[in-house]
């Protein structure tokens, strides 16, 4: 969409700052392929390797350490992003508006947490080693097949090269997936122009140009953006690491506390809530449909039950930030984990109780185009 275009884009009026969280995480999936290119270039992907390239890479390599230290914390300001994308739709109804954008944008996330994922794991530290037995080993509560495909993800009985070849190759393949999607979830928001915070607005008097207010405005707080993440890869760039992803992988050595990365670790900590394996897994996944269920939802905030639902988005959002941290815990009380479980399981169900099929409203929608 050129120039003339965005002269000619019209848009409401009120569209917060919050808005340009889109535009944010666009500006940082575009920082992790430039440096990933560069650090996949210095990348050895084998277990013996692995580890110690990336030690080179930040040593040995001009700029190296820089590169290496954009690549990591890029990550953390893409999924700060996505968290207070996803944080702003729901608490403004968008998702209800266009549910298809809400999809593609739910699919986007959870590719999203894969490609961190791999890319967790590619480091071949003591805690990617074990991050990597413990999620992958959540294939296997898969009746009849599970232990077969956990061998064909490891690439046999054990974590090894094969591991970590397989990782690599995931690490590359879901980047393109998601740059393809993020095209599409944008050209499906901007297909028919964007409604903003208010339903009524609906008069043409009441919009504005896209170009160049908004432009400004999303070239600003992106700036803001990297100014955050240039202070953590140059001052302070191991903030979001984890110590023991500072040694060697070693099967024989578990450490105290395996924990994955901060943008994990509500559902990490929802399997971990759950004794059983099993049921622990269908429980993220019913987690995960309630958030495709949400497509919906967007006209429901916009009604009278505005307040009371951004009341539950709120108890919602402090009881996630509150899973995560009794999850790195490692003497927690159960009984705090089973009331936070019943909690976040309890808004799903209440989400899409008061929401009709995600479905029937996709069917709809393509039937008015």
């Not at 980047?175 to 999607?181: E, G, N, Q, R």
């Amino acid at each position: 969409m050129n120039i003339p275009t965005y002269r000619n884009y019209s848009t409401t009026a009120l569209l917060t700052p919050a808005y340009s969280l889109g535009f944010t995480a666009g500006l940082a999936l575009g920082i992790q392929w430039v440096t990933g290119f560069f650090v996949s270039c210095h990348y050895q992907a084998s277990a013996e390797m692995a580890f110690w390239s990336v030690g080179q890479l930040c040593r040995d390599l001009d700029s190296g350490f820089l590169l290496r230290s954009i690549h990591a914390n890029g990550a953390t300001l893409f999924m700060v992003a996505v968290y207070g994308h996803m944080f702003r739709t729901l608490w403004y109804g968008s998702n209800g508006t266009k549910p298809l954008v809400w999809l593609v944008g739910v699919v986007l996330y959870l590719l999203l947490i894969g490609t961190c994922f791999t890319g967790y794991s590619l480091v071949y530290g003591n805690m990617s080693l074990w991050a990597i037995v413990v999620i992958c080993s959540l294939v296997t509560c898969i009746p009849g097949i599970g232990v077969d495909l956990l061998s064909l993800v490891w690439g046999g009985s054990v974590v090894s090269g094969a591991t970590v070849n397989r990782l690599f190759s995931v690490h590359f393949l879901l980047p393109i997936i998601v740059t393809a999607l993020a095209l599409l979830h944008v050209w499906l928001l901007h297909s028919v122009n964007s409604t903003g915070d208010s339903h009524s607005l609906v008069m043409r008097s009441d919009r504005i140009n896209f170009f160049p207010i908004y432009i400004t405005r999303d070239v600003a707080i992106g700036t803001v953006a990297l100014v955050g993440l240039g202070y953590y890869s140059y001052f302070d760039s191991d903030a979001f690491g984890h110590p023991d992803n500072y040694v060697p992988a070693n099967p024989m050595l578990t450490p105290a506390a395996i924990a994955p990365e901060w943008y994990m670790l509500p559902f990490y900590g929802l399997v971990r809530a759950i004794p059983s394996k099993i049921v622990g897994f269908v429980g993220m996944k019913l987690v995960f449909a309630s958030l495709i269920n949400l497509g919906d939802n967007g006209m429901r905030i916009a009604s009278t039950s505005t307040a009371l639902t951004r009341a539950l988005l709120l108890i919602l959002s402090l009881d996630v930030i509150m899973c995560s941290k009794v999850c790195l815990m490692v003497n927690h009380a159960e009984t705090l984990y089973w009331l936070l479980l019943a909690n976040t399981i309890g808004f799903c169900c209440i989400e899409m109780s008061h929401t009709k099929p995600v479905t029937g409203t996709l069917r709809n929608e393509c039937a008015s185009t």
